[in-house]
């Protein structure tokens, strides 16, 4: 990945500097110029320059930002923070060391203390709006939504209305499911120039989730242009033509998706669906069966297997992925329901009845009418038969 090297022009830096002669002012001059120089083309070269400009004078804050600097375009992590924490205790308030040491512990993922130095730099520096934008995204990776996106807004009202702080802001209100307004932050972006594949996949994606079905289609399409090997595109039209009912082009993208990229399981459970709707059970089953191979723990995958099952009246098997779905989600009444029916197919008829009721208690229709019908008739009956004998 291409290093986000924060290179701040160096005669606008503060620094230190202490009485020196004449000729030593020179020289220190003279090497500052030429590693500033050789910072663009030969790293190693303007260490050399700066650390010879820290032996000579130990305080001056420019030698140590710039040497932190190259170290850090090296990825010599250590030493860059090294300079950088060095330039804190020259310069408590120097707010650019605190935010060049965020950025290397952001690259490191010591996410916690990035978070911090940005705070800290923000607060020495609070109309900087690169600053804002930076801990926005340390943000959204501590799952800190909310405070991503008031950074990514402050950011924006201090003048960084670029097209990364508005696509960065879009991925986060997508991650919050605020469809609405991360479809204005996509589109912000790209009129601003972001106009790759990146842009129009979550443009895509979000239109999607807005139901606007033909103009998320035609930004997949754009995707597929930029990659023809991009398998989520492909996926996300299946799904698209899925909900539209069009099984024949969802059987299409998915099986396009699914020859580029083999190992994904929620692509078999939805090809599995298409199949499903086509009445096409074996292949659905196959599908489903694929799916939990991969994910075991995706219940939808068991409630629709099951859901064969039932159809092909192997009432065992469905119990047994009723069972399943219910130790993933254990709550959901209409699944609790069905494997009473299941139970009761197999004559486990206490174990069917108590599966009524604690449908019937969570408001389950279904069940309700079921202990009615069903599990007070059979207690009456057996009260009879106990009275008989």
């Known amino acids: 990945m291409k290093k986000n090297i924060i290179l701040i022009a160096l005669f606008l830096s503060v620094s230190l500097v202490f009485a020196q002669p004449e000729g030593q002012k020179k020289t220190i001059h003279d090497l500052m110029a030429t590693g500033t120089i050789d910072f663009i083309q030969d790293k190693e070269k303007a260490i050399r320059a700066f650390t010879i400009v820290i032996s000579m004078d130990p305080n001056y804050v420019k030698a140590y930002y710039m040497r932190g600097q190259s170290y850090y375009g090296l990825g010599q992590y250590k030493k860059a923070l090294y300079d950088f924490d060095k330039m804190k205790e020259l310069e408590p308030d120097n707010d650019k060391a605190y935010a060049l040491t965020a950025l290397i512990l952001d690259e490191a993922d010591d996410i916690f203390n990035a978070l911090q130095n940005y705070s800290t730099a923000i607060k020495l520096n609070p109309e900087n709006a690169n600053y804002y934008f930076s801990r926005a995204k340390i943000q959204h990776k501590y799952k800190n939504y909310w405070y991503a996106i008031k950074d990514y807004e402050k950011s924006i009202e201090l003048g960084n209305k ?147 099952f039932e159809k092909k009246e192997e009432f065992t098997k469905a119990l047994n992925d009723y069972d399943s779905y219910l130790r993933i989600v254990p709550s959901n009444p209409t699944v609790i329901y069905a494997r009473g029916r299941m139970k009761l197919r197999e004559g486990i008829e206490i174990g069917a009845c108590n599966d009524f009721r604690l449908a019937a208690e969570m408001g389950n229709k279904q069940a309700i009418k079921a202990v009615k019908d069903i599990c007070d008739q059979l207690e009456s009956t057996k009260k009879i038969k106990e009275g008989i004998e």
Not at 240 to 265: C, H, M, R, T, W
């Open 162 to 308: 670029t097209q990364d702080v508005y696509y960065h802001k879009g991925i986060t209100e997508l991650y919050i499911q605020h469809y609405k307004e991360a479809l204005v932050s996509f589109e912000a972006s790209m009129e601003l120039g972001k106009q790759d594949k990146d842009a129009y996949y979550y443009r895509g994606y979000t239109r999607m989730f807005l139901t606007n079905f033909e103009d998320a289609l035609e930004d997949f399409d754009m995707v597929i242009a930029f990659d023809e090997n991009y398998a989520p595109a492909y996926f996300h039209k299946g799904f698209i033509y899925l909900e539209k009912k069009d099984y024949k082009q969802a059987l299409n993208f998915y099986n396009k998706g699914i020859k580029i990229n083999p190992q994904v399981s929620r692509a078999y459970h939805n090809r599995g669906l298409v199949y499903k709707a086509l009445e096409k059970n074996d292949k659905a089953l196959a599908d489903f069966n694929i799916c939990i191979k991969y994910e075991p723990k995706f219940p939808d995958a068991y409630l629709n297997r099951a859901l064969i």
